[in-house]
C-alpha cells in the first residue's frame, strides 16, 4: 500500500510570510495513463474539507493564486506565497493514482505565529 | 444550491451499530457517486467508502480498516446515501463527511473532483 508521509507536521507562520509543505509517497503516483493524481486539500477549523489543487498544480476554481502546488513522481509541495489569516487550518495531501483507496498524508496544521 | 446534510451521529457502545445519513439536494443524484470520509480526533483525513451511481452498477468499495464491517448504499428516490456501521469499535469514532462526484471516467475520480461536502456527523465509540 502507498503511504503517504507530509512534513512538516506543525507549520506556525508569520502573516505575509511564505509557507510550505512537504509530501513524499511510497511509490511513483505516475498513472499509466501519464497523469499524477496527488491532490491538496484544506480543513478549516469548524468546515468541510476543500479540495485546493488536483494532479500536482492544477488550482481549484475559487482558490486564490497564493496558493500553488508542485513536485512529481513521489515528491510534492504545496506552497502559499503570503499566508493569511483564513489559511489557519489542516492540510492534507491525498493520492488518487492508486484508487480506490483514496490515501491522505497525516495531515499539516497551519498556525499564525 | 447544492446541499449535503448528514446525521445520525450519536455515541454507541463498541459492539452496537449506528446508520448514517446524506440527504442530498441541487444535483441530480442518481448520477453521483456517493463517497464518505471521515477524521477522528488528532488524527488525519480518511476515506471510508463509495457507491457508483446506478448507471455504472451502483457497487461499493471500501477502506480496509471498514470492510466487511461497514455498508454503503443508496435511494436514488429519497436523494439519499446511507452508510451503515455494523460492529463498531473505539477507533471508529470521529466526524464523518459525505461528498458526491459525478464521474464518467476512473480518471475523474482520481482527481477526487468532490465541490461538495455536507457539515459532518460525529460518531463516538465508547462504553
Known amino acids: 500500500d502507498v503511504v503517504m508521509t507530509q512534513s512538516p507536521l506543525s507549520l506556525p507562520v508569520t502573516l505575509g510570510q511564505p509557507a510550505s509543505i512537504s509530501c513524499r509517497s511510497t511509490q511513483s503516483l505516475v498513472h499509466s495513463d501519464g497523469n499524477t493524481y496527488l491532490n491538496w486539500f484544506q480543513l478549516r477549523p469548524g468546515q468541510s474539507p476543500r479540495r485546493l489543487i488536483y494532479k500536482v498544480s492544477n488550482r481549484d476554481s475559487g482558490v486564490p493564486d497564493r496558493f500553488s502546488g508542485s513536485g512529481s513522481g513521489t515528491d510534492f509541495t504545496l506552497t502559499i506565497s503570503r499566508v493569511e489569516a483564513e489559511d489557519v487550518g489542516l492540510y492534507y495531501c491525498m493520492e488518487g493514482t492508486h484508487w480506490p483507496p483514496y490515501t491522505f498524508g497525516q495531515g499539516t496544521n497551519l498556525e499564525i505565529k | 444550491e447544492v446541499q449535503l446534510v448528514e446525521s445520525g451521529g450519536a455515541v454507541v457502545q463498541p459492539g452496537r451499530s449506528l446508520r448514517l445519513s446524506c440527504a442530498a439536494s441541487g444535483i441530480k443524484f442518481y448520477d453521483y457517486a456517493m463517497n464518505w470520509f471521515r477524521q477522528a480526533p488528532g488524527k488525519g483525513l480518511e476515506w471510508v467508502g463509495f457507491?457508483?451511481?446506478?448507471?455504472?452498477?451502483?457497487?461499493?468499495e471500501y477502506a480496509a480498516s471498514v470492510k466487511g464491517r461497514f455498508t454503503i448504499s443508496r435511494d436514488d428516490s429519497k436523494t439519499i446515501a446511507y452508510l451503515q456501521m455494523n460492529n463498531l469499535r473505539t477507533e471508529d469514532t470521529a466526524v464523518y463527511f459525505c461528498?458526491?462526484?459525478?464521474?464518467?471516467?476512473?480518471?475523474?475520480?482520481?482527481?477526487?473532483?468532490?465541490?461538495?461536502w455536507g457539515q459532518g456527523t460525529l460518531v463516538t465509540v465508547s462504553s
Open positions: 457507491i457508483r451511481s446506478k448507471a455504472y452498477g451502483g457497487t461499493t
Open positions: 461528498t458526491g462526484a459525478n464521474c464518467r471516467t476512473t480518471s475523474c475520480y482520481r482527481e477526487a473532483p468532490f465541490d461538495h
